[in-house]
Structure formats: structure tokens, C-alpha cells
């Protein structure tokens, strides 16, 4: 079987960066080990070529997997930013299908299944030399901050997705309600790369040294976070260390956190690093704000934090009331680090079998499924 496999808003390079441990890296590693899949083109949308040069003189571009018929196609353009409206965005993808198109038929693929975490792919890609077409929504795209000029193009893309009958893998039943496939629809969450988990590095000398009890945080700082919660918490445990690790996107939003002595801002830590501090901290936070983004959510942090063992704190949201038992659920974040803390660290055996029981294997086998059993009997020429 033959798949082509395009991102959303990533190219193969950052990625491999970033540690290919998003959900969309993981579901393209599944698809390189998958025995059934014989030859697999990884599709990028078209990038401006005067920033991949200067991006790629400032930093190499890392070398695709050889073998296992992986293959790798970045298409390129002068433009140097998307376009937004409908009828732009229509044309944009049917460009980029047709190119898709000529590269399937040179390098040999056979009516291929396309997987697609891009929703305007999904949407406006008429794809009809594809065998299937899924799409996998990994975040309800429509809210993010970052693509809200695109909000309109994007609602535009699940509106045809639907009208097109295309199936939806997502990984919250949230996003489902948003999209409302009329093909088949399948909600499966993230989940954790076990062998990642099973023989952690210690946590950094500078985390270790911090007063305890020391609670962790892991993510993009941006305007998700309820900082009024957590800075409440901070006042209200002036003993314990809060940590918060990732990219500062929105410096403003955390300035009343910067100005409290027990909380820590630190910037984004390698895979390995990630590891450690899970595995070293009290307890770990999720304090996302309630709206239409975090309902559609399934954190993949909060399965990393259940990977490591630690038990955790968290704001009350439906896509992680159902998660395990070992997630306090609050309106008070101070109330549930409390109990987080008092239930302790998760035995060896049990937090190595939620891995188990929670990996990215089991997780997207349904993926896979969805997309490759919807291939028809009669070929369909590239």
C-alpha cells in the first residue's frame, strides 16, 4: 500500500527539530515502521524559497530516512506568506494537488491513501487520483491564536470535508462535533512513545537544586495558561518551586508569574531533558483556561506527565476528566496541588504499564485502519 503524508503548519525538518514528538512526527514514524505500507512520500506545503535558502544556510536541513521506501517532497514558491481568502486558498491547493499529483506518478507511487493533519488540504485539495483521504485533526486549528487570519479558510475546509464524505481521525470528541464528518469519524487521543519512558536520565542539576515540593509545568507559554490561577497557587505555597519550561510566546501574558520568586520560566528543554524533569518532579500542572480551544484538546503533556509517574494538578476540562485516576480535577489549582501531593509519586510498574497501555502503536493502529481499509478494489491511477 502506498501513503502520502502531508503536515499541517511543520515541514520535515522541524520535526526532526523538535524531537519528533508531536502528534502528527509520531503518526509519520508509525507509517515509516508499518509493514503494510510500501512506499511513503512525506508532502510539504509550499514554502518560500528566499526563506528555506536563508533558513537552511543558518541551519542544514536534516536527511530524510533512507530505505523503506520513504521519500521526501518540499515544494517551493516566491510568495512568502499563505494567502487567506477563500477563493486564493482554492487556487493554492489545487496547484499544490496537481504538483502532488505528477510527483506520485514519477516516483511510482500507486493510488495512494493520503493522511492529512493540514485542514485546508483536507478541505480545498480536490485529490480525486487518491485512493482515500483522511484527515487527522490533532487541535481544533480554527482557534489557534497563531492561525486566526486563517480561521475563515479553515472553517471553509471542514464545511468541504464534510460535502466530500472524507474520513476524520481526531483526537477529541470536540473536534468532531466542530467538523461533523458525513464520512467515518473516530476520536483517538495522544498518547506516549514507551520506550521514551523506560529508563529516564535524571532531571537537570539546576531543577534539583530548587526548593521542594517542585511542580512542573511543560508547554508553550501562551495566553491558554491561566496565569491568575497559578499565580494564586504560587502565594499560596510560597515553599514549593513552580516551574514552567517552553517557548515564551506571549512574554506579557506571564508577567505577573516573572515577578514571583518561587516561579521559574525556563526556556524549551531537548526530549531527553523533558524526560528527566517529569520524572523528578513532586507533581505536574496543567492549567489551561476554559475555552473553545482547550475543550477540543487531548494534552499531550498530561499523558507525558502519566508516562513519567507523577500524579497531576489540573484545572477541571472535560477531555481529561475520563484520563486516569491520577489527575486531581479542581476549579482550585492550590486545592488540587494539594492532593496531587499528598497522593505521591506513581509506582514503577504502574506508570510503565499506563505507557504501555497509552502508546502511539495502539493509539494510531485506528488511524491506519481508517485510511487504509477505505481503499477501494479498483486502482486509481496517479
Excluded at 317 to 341: F, H, N, Q, T
Aim: net charge positive; hydrophobic share 40%.
Amino acid at each position: 500500500m502506498d501513503v502520502l503524508f502531508s503536515f499541517a503548519y511543520a515541514t520535515w525538518g522541524t520535526a526532526v527539530a523538535r524531537g519528533m514528538c508531536f502528534s502528527e512526527d509520531r503518526l509519520v514514524e508509525t507509517l515509516i515502521d508499518d509493514r503494510r505500507v510500501e512506499r511513503l512520500l512525506v508532502a510539504e506545503t509550499s514554502r518560500s524559497l528566499p526563506i528555506k535558502l536563508l533558513k537552511d544556510r543558518v541551519r542544514k536541513p536534516p536527511q530524510p530516512p533512507t530505505g523503506n521506501g520513504f521519500s521526501l517532497y518540499g515544494p517551493t514558491r516566491l510568495r512568502r506568506s499563505d494567502p487567506t481568502s477563500i477563493r486564493a486558498v482554492e487556487g493554492s491547493f489545487r496547484h499544490w494537488d496537481a504538483r502532488l499529483r505528477r510527483v506520485c506518478r514519477r516516483r511510482g507511487l500507486v493510488r495512494p491513501a493520503v493522511i492529512t493533519t493540514h485542514p485546508l488540504i483536507a478541505g480545498f485539495a480536490p485529490l480525486e487520483w487518491a485512493s482515500s483521504v483522511t484527515y487527522y485533526a490533532y487541535d481544533d486549528l480554527a482557534e489557534l491564536p497563531e492561525l486566526r487570519r486563517y480561521r475563515p479558510a479553515i472553517l471553509e475546509a471542514y464545511r468541504r470535508v464534510r460535502e466530500l464524505g472524507r474520513g476524520v481521525a481526531a483526537v477529541s470528541p470536540a473536534i468532531l462535533e466542530v467538523i461533523r464528518p458525513t464520512g467515518p469519524g473516530i476520536v483517538v487521543p495522544n498518547g506516549v512513545d514507551p520506550e521514551e519512558w523506560s529508563s529516564p536520565q535524571p532531571a537537570p542539576p539546576w531543577f534539583r537544586s530548587l526548593p521542594g515540593p517542585r511542580l512542573l509545568y511543560v508547554g508553550s507559554l501562551e495566553s491558554r495558561v491561566d496565569v491568575e490561577a497559578l499565580a494564586t497557587a504560587a502565594r499560596a505555597l510560597p515553599e514549593a518551586s513552580f516551574v514552567l519550561v517552553g517557548p515564551l510566546l506571549e512574554p506579557d501574558h506571564f508577567a505577573e508569574l516573572r515577578m514571583l520568586s518561587n516561579v521559574h520560566l525556563r526556556p524549551p528543554a531537548s526530549r531527553s531533558e523533558v524526560v528527566g524533569l517529569v520524572t523528578a518532579a513532586d507533581a505536574c500542572l496543567l492549567p489551561h483556561l476554559d475555552s473553545a480551544l482547550t475543550r477540543a484538546m487531548s494534552p499531550l503533556k498530561l499523558y507525558e506527565y502519566l508516562a513519567g509517574g507523577a500524579p497531576v494538578a489540573a484545572l477541571d476540562l472535560k477531555p481529561i476528566r475520563d484520563v486516569s485516576s491520577r489527575v486531581v480535577l479542581r476549579e482550585d489549582l492550590g486545592v488540587a496541588i494539594a492532593e496531587a501531593l499528598a497522593m505521591g509519586r506513581a509506582p514503577e510498574s504502574d506508570r510503565r504499564a499506563f505507557a504501555e497501555a497509552n502508546s502511539w502503536r495502539r493509539r494510531q493502529e485506528p488511524i491506519l485502519q481508517l485510511a487504509l481499509d477505505a481503499v477501494p478494489d479498483q486502482p486509481v491511477a496517479c
